[in-house]
């Protein structure tokens, strides 16, 4: 099941936060997280990393990121 | 690892900017700046305050190159890699009641976590006190966050809004230039100068520029975030940042051994005094203002510069605390705090606390 993080506008911690906490729930195995600016999304995939998770991937449209992340 | 071009936010990258900020800042000591005080945001700010006549306290006015250089180099480095990102709307006058808290908290302990960082690697031992007390505010910001706490997010705006810190430190540059300091004068032109006490002491104006560039580039390229490195070891375990920021510190203590600049002790130590429990709680309420704003003095700088206008309302609150600070005797000195300071720390965290407890607002 994929889950959608909007965290437009938002900057760290609180992408990572809500990143983390979804996946603390351990209902999705893949999340999709929605960030507008490079440190978020960088934020994101190492803290995703560190959890076990996968970058599966990055799409970026006019300066808006979606990162998909998997259960590794 | 995946998601991460950028080699500068790799974690290479991190130590290696820390390990430049090592080397850079205590060589700014040697080439005129005051002791353990190669870089420090707040003082830097707070003399910028005093060379605009915003306090007038004679002893800590010079409009600082190395800030304008923050911002600027990392103006440049944001436009270069596509990652000026102009953008408001963050609770800004929340962020400037941070910013001057931020500021009085560091003018208590006398310094920001960067300077903190330099007087330990200086061998000044009230440094340990106000790191412990740096941690000890993060920790309590970290305890807001955990419970929801922000501060709403942010709209994209108007690339000329983006470009209204870069054009203030453009402008300060431009009132240097000017009226450039006169050897034996107080003031400039519009300008005050300091003519002893730290104010009076500086590198070159070109080398404290091109440094101030050159960290400002590479800080927006890494990210580089002395509150942010505690913060995230705090509520992740994560060592990335950290581990640039401890970089720094022990580079800095390398090129002050070297330098011949390391000098251990308690008393007598440049720009500081030795009440430890204000050194702790100064540098505390500075640790939660940076917390709960998502920045040291430094990265809102960056930020700032990458087109935050959030970020360049908490400097604007910052420059603005200084003024307060010294015309109201908030600010400590070489013998103990000033005479309102310790009030004002409680003040400041009275403050800090009603803002974490009542921001969380459910962003989801």
Sequence with gaps: ?72 | MKGIKNIFAGPWGIVGVGIAIGILAPLLQKLGNPGNMGVCVACFERDIAGALGLHRAEIVQYIRPEIIGFVLGSLAAAYLFKEFRPRLGSAPIVRFVLGVFAMIGALVFLGCPWRAALRLAGGDGNAILGLLGLIFGIWIGTLFLRGGYNLGRTQQTHAAAGWMLPLFMAGLLLLMLIFPQVTGEAKSGVLFYSMKGPGAMHAPLAVSLVVGLLIGFLAQRSRFCTMGAIRDFVLFRQMHLLSGFIALIVTAFVVNFIAGQFKPGFAGQPVAHTMHIWNFLGMALSGLAFCLAGGCPGRQLFLAGEGDGDAAVFVMGMIFGAGIAHNFGLASSGTGVGPYGIPAVGIGFAVCLFIGLTMRKNIA
């Design chain 1, 1 to 72: 099941m994929a889950k959608t993080i909007d965290a437009r506008g938002l900057s760290c911690p609180q992408p990572v936060l809500m990143t983390l906490d979804e996946i603390k729930t351990g209902k999705a195995d893949e999340i999709i997280v929605v960030v507008d600016n490079d440190a978020s999304k960088e934020n994101v995939s190492r803290a995703a990393s560190s959890r076990g998770w996968k970058v599966a991937g990055i799409d970026e449209k006019d300066g808006v990121f979606n990162l998909t992340i998997r259960k590794g």
